[in-house]
């Protein structure tokens, strides 16, 4: 009889955090197939939850957050406000030491007086999901002002360049500012999943497409690189760069990765669209087939396109009815041109990275928009901070990273392979590649270091490499290691750009 | 009654690990005093222990080796052989599952087919300590070539240019070949202090300088990190790059560091010299004056030196009576120039980096032999591997590895400091200088990089960095952390050099 340990150990026991995820479960077949028999067990689970913890009943946090955002779903459902009040009960609660005060756990401080990211990745931005649905629900100006802080630590601070987060493997945790190892990078499948799930949560709560920008890096990137391509075989840990060792498994002790992967690849098409009063908003370009409904007008909206390998996207508008309302479309933080025409009429807006591009007028059947998003192949540099990636440069087409793998460059250690200024790109869609991707390909530098032999440490003039031209072949990384194991390498070396300004007077090369 | 669980969890209770530095304690002292007391206490646990295990008795090995080195000193102050063939069992029995089979335990292989050096740092190289004595007791080869796989894997992979080992903070245990970050290194305190033991023991195996050089290196700079300037203060994990936020500790819950480096300290003396059948060796340049038994014969030493702050060595040697002996002298690894005068005449020896150069002859009272140690300041780089090393450098003198500390630079951050080619350096004695050291002082490159604002990743020509010339300060690395907390780096940007054969032909800069 285990009963008399029920709720004892709220910090290493996931009773809470399973509740949670059964009531989304709930909540999601609900919605799918019209069943009520597992709400209903759900509903019987919350309230009794909700008559064991509350304000003058048992105080309480989850160790590991999730079912913040899933009473405040359920409240959603059924409009208990209950559940809305047990979500923000439970958020209220940490920062006190009652599941042990420590910063792995984010039980360290009130959550409103956080001011950066810290702790498990997993469980610091579940608790930020969750305080995103709270704050959808109460309009609380403070909750928000937290999440734009710690957002804004995430993404500028504490962030992969693929969208990973959660730098560190002891405590699965969040480093410190510029904290971004790549050979030793966790960046767990889970905490990217979770990522995208936070910034679509600040997308439907702002509107504003920055959060948009991270939600699809994150789920190009770092997220989809967490399965294998043939579907069975999951990273839980997503190194930037690699010696060939690490392999994707069929499944985990603690397996969290390969069921939210899934999950969240399942919910990718609810993510395209939302809607606003007399607006639709298009989040993600997918080719794809849509129902949207819109004040009773159900409108069908079908998107054509080769994205994210080619920038263009056809959108054919066909309401049941003719109907004034807007569509925002969104123009990419990455994409520096576009040009949008409606019926073959370019619109006379600027067009700017990383907005929605609002067209209001009345649209009837057949209304065609055509997006070009312009999609060169782009090296991305990191702040000096990261002292890692000095000297070292991401290659970036569109909302995909590349990398360097050994597969598809037989010659040359692909650590060994330096990009130059003279570096000329091609961006060339393999259909029989992977599953099909556009590979960059370029000429290169590629560096001989045998000299270095045994050594760890030598002087200046005591080891000599040597430079002979290569060329090279990027792929995308969510599709490395699906093939014989080899170095892989997303930061490249770069040799021989000069981004100093007056450095040139201060030393020759 | 605790007594039931009496050695019933070897992997976790630190029973063996507990008793093996009882042996050591009782050791040192009756050696220091000659009191028997606790020696005889020691030699009934140890008797206790093997009458509970060895062959045809239980099996078991430590979670923690340290025993096996205790046991093997054990046999030889009683010559006992029991404790060296129980040392050996203890040995023998890792690697079978009896603690876990885990490779942080070093119990995934049986010793002699190990071929990485893994693990715990700790663990390992006290186990590799226990396997060297045995070495020295049994002279098996096996053994001694698995030992010497392990250094090489060690020392040209796997270590600090401090002397540091063990990178990971997950499982404070080595990480893969070339995986040495700067500002995540774990570089336990005690794993250095384990890195010195190791290495005396392989030179007192074999005699050979490469040992006593990574002895020197750790010595002076990883493991001295550990303890602050006034003795008081310890750090347990040893980064060698910091924004200011690491500091040391009075003390810890896990307190092994603060006594490991107190004693490695107390032990120096006794690493300075050693004897072999007709010689006398110098291992250590330390002011310092011992007396040595050889043969009957008290030789006096004396050494007068300001080392490491000056090669300049003077050492007397007074017998008590005169006679023919060697005196083997190191040449440190990292002196390329050297010279040797016996009473004034130069020793025609060549004299090569990491040798012990012998001078056999008959010594007298008064005799002095002059030993002059080139002590260039030098810039080191790293295997192209070690890829948060690439264009960056270690400034080191002698044994001596220095570091940027906020404290000496307040101009610029030291992070943002660059070595360019046409740096020149000046070394300087500051006796007023954290307890008195040589100073580095250069002129090189600050970078301003206020453009990146709050980017964390941008296109090539998104951000400029401003280059602006400075003069910069560096300071012994284990003096770090000892004034106001600021930024450090061990591994400073080198911007300008080329270090490529055939590269300005393929790019340009």
């Avoid at 309230?47 to 009473?71: C, N, Q, W, Y």
């Avoid at 047990?86 to 007086?113: E, N």
């Avoid at 999943?193 to 990137?221: K, Q």
């Avoid at 969290?256 to 399942?266: E, G, Q, T, V």
Wanted: hydrophobic share 40%.
């Amino acid at each position: 009889e285990k009963k008399r340990l029920r709720w004892t150990n709220l910090r290493d026991m996931h009773e809470l955090y399973c509740a949670g995820h059964l009531f989304q479960a709930a909540i999601a077949y609900h919605r799918s197939t019209g069943e009520k028999e597992l709400l209903t067990t759900a509903v019987r689970f919350a309230d009794h939850i909700a008559s064991v913890f509350g304000p003058g009943k048992r105080r309480g946090t989850p160790g590991h957050p999730e079912i913040e955002m899933a009473l405040v779903e359920l409240y959603r459902e059924t409009r208990k406000e209950e559940y809305l009040e047990l979500a923000q009960f439970f958020l209220d609660q940490r920062g006190y030491g009652l599941i042990g005060g420590s910063i792995v756990l984010i039980d360290h401080k009130p959550f409103r007086q956080l001011d950066e990211i810290v702790g498990h990745a997993v469980r610091a931005i579940y608790l930020c999901c969750g305080a995103t649905d709270i704050f959808m629900e109460t309009g609380e100006r403070e909750l928000y002002e937290t999440l734009e802080k710690l957002w804004k630590n995430m993404v500028y601070k504490r962030m992969y360049v693929t969208g990973g987060v959660g730098s560190r493997h002891a405590g699965e945790a969040f480093g410190d500012d510029y904290e971004l190892p790549n050979r030793r990078a966790y960046s767990e499948t889970c905490a990217s999943v979770a990522n995208v799930m936070w910034n679509w949560r600040m997308l439907l709560a702002t509107g504003e497409s920055r959060f948009t920008d991270i939600m699809e890096l994150a789920l190009y990137n770092a997220a989809l690189a967490g399965i294998s391509l043939n579907g069975r075989e999951y990273f839980y840990v997503n190194p930037l760069a690699d010696r060939g060792r690490h392999r994707r498994q069929r499944w985990f002790g603690c397996a969290c990765c390969p069921p939210n992967i899934a999950r969240l690849l399942a919910s990718v098409p609810g993510m395209i669209y939302s809607t606003s009063d007399n607006a639709i908003w298009v989040h993600l370009y997918v080719a794809s087939v849509a129902r949207i409904e819109l004040k009773g007008n159900e409108v069908r909206i079908t998107q054509e396109t080769e994205y994210p390998w080619d920038g263009r996207i056809d959108v054919t508008v066909e309401p049941s009815k003719d109907d004034e309302f807007s569509l925002y479309l969104r123009i990419p933080g990455w994409c520096r041109a576009a040009t949008v025409n409606v019926n073959g009429r370019k619109v006379r807006k600027s067009v700017k990275p990383s907005t929605y591009l609002e067209i209001s007028r009345v649209w009837g059947t057949g209304d065609r928009v055509e997006i070009e998003l312009d999609m060169p192949v782009t090296l991305l540099k990191s702040h000096p901070y990261v002292l890692n990636n000095n000297y070292r440069v991401a290659i970036k087409r569109g909302p995909v990273v590349y990398c360097l793998e050994q597969a598809d460059n037989p010659e040359y250690d692909v650590w060994n392979i330096a990009i130059v200024p003279e570096t000329k790109f091609t961006a060339t869609y393999e259909p029989e590649l992977l599953g099909g991707v556009v590979v960059i390909e370029g000429n290169g530098i590629g560096l001989d270091i045998s000299a270095w032999n045994n050594k760890l440490y030598a002087e200046m003039d005591e080891v000599q490499v040597k430079a002979i031209p290569v060329k090279f072949k990027a792929v995308p990384y969510y599709a490395w290691a699906n093939r014989s194991p080899g170095p892989m390498i997303v930061w490249i070396q770069a040799l021989g750009f000069n981004t100093l300004q007056g450095g040139k007077k201060l030393y020759k090369a």
